[in-house]
């Protein structure tokens, strides 16, 4: 059974960093990519940042570029997205979504296989 499992959520001062975990199994880690997304109420749900399978290039939304950064641990089946510099803006819910890279086109299975999310929240 594939699961993805977040955590690392929580309260945070804007400026503030935060490191969201996402510990994964049932299936092989380094045959999919793995991406963060965010979902604010009342907002569309945004690609925060992925690591491809295909070329292990990293991608980060431009909201987010130069302040969070997405690393994975093979060792452990875990990804992670350290936080910095948090804004007000960046409160959402944020899960990880399994997908499948076809050279830079990204097949994500998000209606199968997504994490339960874990909440941040920046106050001002």
């Known amino acids: 059974e594939v699961q993805l499992v977040e955590s690392g959520g929580g309260l945070v001062q804007a400026g503030g960093s935060l490191r969201l975990s996402c510990a994964t199994s049932?299936?092989?880690?380094?045959?999919?990519?793995i991406g963060w997304f965010r979902q604010a109420p009342g907002q569309e749900r945004e690609e925060v940042s992925y690591?491809?399978?295909?070329?292990?290039?990293?991608y980060y939304a431009d909201s987010v570029r130069d302040r969070f950064t997405m690393s994975s641990d093979n060792s452990k089946n875990t990804v992670y997205l350290q936080m910095n510099s948090l804004k007000p803006e960046d409160t959402a819910l944020y899960y990880c979504?399994?997908?499948?890279?076809?050279?830079?086109?990204?097949?994500?299975?998000?209606?199968?296989?997504r994490g339960q999310g874990t909440q941040v929240t920046v106050s001002s």
């Open positions: 979504v399994l997908g499948s890279a076809f050279g830079t086109l990204i097949k994500w299975y998000e209606s199968d296989y």
């Open positions: 049932g299936f092989t880690f380094d045959d999919y990519t």
């Open positions: 690591i491809s399978d295909s070329d292990g290039i990293t």
